[in-house]
């Protein structure tokens, strides 16, 4: 199961209750493994516009509805 004992943010959550993978993300986004684990683990680390709209482009794929508030206090 994913996320068991690892601290994580909204977006962290997000992922492992849907059982997605980091590695999912990063093949969608094109992002750097790195830059998604740490939108996934670290609470103190924002995504530039950029990167959120890759995420959320991806994630709404699976979820039309999603809002980056969904994820970042941005």
């Known amino acids: ?6 601290r994580r943010t909204k977006l962290g959550k997000w ?4 059982g997605i993978s980091q590695a999912w ?3 969608k986004t094109g992002l750097n493994k790195n830059t998604i684990g740490d939108l996934t ?3 103190n680390r ?3 516009q950029k990167t959120m ?8 794929e699976i979820d039309p ?3 980056s508030d ?5």
Do not use: V
């Open 15 to 18: 992922l492992d209750r849907r």
């Open 70 to 74: 969904d994820f970042w206090d941005i």
């Open 53 to 60: 709209k890759k995420i959320l482009k991806a994630l709404r």
């Open 25 to 27: 993300l990063k093949d």
């Open 1 to 6: 199961m994913f996320g068991l004992g690892k």
């Open 41 to 43: 683990s670290d609470i």
């Open 65 to 67: 509805n999603l809002k």
């Open 46 to 48: 924002s995504p530039t």
